[in-house]
């Protein structure tokens, strides 16, 4: 089985620009997760999305948002991007009912804020 | 709220050394524990986890975990370091539908 994708694996932008994250999910998995993840720090709960709507969210402003498709992929869009936004943002899907005690992880996209 | 301190931040061991990082938690609720591993340019892992029952867990590639109540505990060891162990360690608590980390350990093993 395909485990949980992102793309793309780097990209640069500058302040004030805007980026999109993309994710597909492992297979058989309904619920996506997003994570970021700072340089020296632990990985930040952004949101959860299942049944494309968004089922919780952490302490991230609204430019932070995202999509779930009925494939159940996900994209993570950031708006007006600020230099503290240069992260590894992790993507994670879990199963029916398995919520965020069975997360499989993909590697990540790294966004630099220049 | 849920909070999480892993107050290693680096660890420096020669091979064979035995291993224990410290993972203390803060959660009102039911305690759902991880500790996940984070190899050089690669995705996080999840090495074991603690839901109930015998509060000593067993992971993968011989690392184990000790979940200690009284203490709001939840250490990672292993007996004998090897150097392919070098990587960063996160203990984590899950609730509310989200994991919540702790800043990690980085673990250096010198051959």
């Known amino acids: 089985e395909t485990g949980v994708t992102q793309s793309p694996t780097h990209l640069i932008k500058t302040r004030g620009q805007q980026v999109t994250l993309r994710c597909s999910s492992q297979?058989?998995?309904?619920?996506v997760s997003w994570y970021q993840q700072a340089l020296g720090q632990g990985p930040q709960f952004i949101f959860q999305?299942?049944?494309?709507?968004?089922?919780g969210r952490g302490n991230f402003p609204p430019r932070f948002s995202g999509l779930q498709f009925p494939n159940y992929s996900s994209e993570l869009n950031v708006n007006a991007l600020e230099l503290d936004d240069s992260a590894l943002y992790l993507c994670?899907?879990?199963?029916?009912?398995?919520?965020?005690?069975?997360?499989?992880f993909g590697a990540g996209s790294r966004l630099t804020v220049l | 709220a849920q909070s999480v301190s892993q107050h290693n931040h680096h660890v420096i061991l020669s091979e064979a050394a035995s291993l224990e990082l410290g993972c203390n938690y803060s959660?009102?609720?039911?305690?759902?524990l991880f500790w996940y591993v984070q190899y050089p340019g690669q995705h996080l892992q999840l090495l074991l986890k603690y839901f109930s029952g015998d509060p000593l867990v067993k992971g993968i590639k011989g690392f184990e975990a000790e979940f200690i109540k009284s203490k709001f505990s939840f250490n990672l060891r292993k007996p004998s370091v090897q150097w392919s162990d070098t990587a960063e360690y996160f203990c984590a608590v899950s609730g509310n539908e989200k994991l919540t980390f702790g800043t990690g350990t980085r673990l250096t093993i010198i051959p």
């Open positions: 994670a899907s879990s199963p029916p009912g398995g919520g965020a005690n069975v997360l499989t």
């Open positions: 999305y299942y049944r494309e709507e968004e089922n």
């Open positions: 959660y009102g609720g039911t305690v759902n």
């Open positions: 297979s058989g998995h309904n619920t």
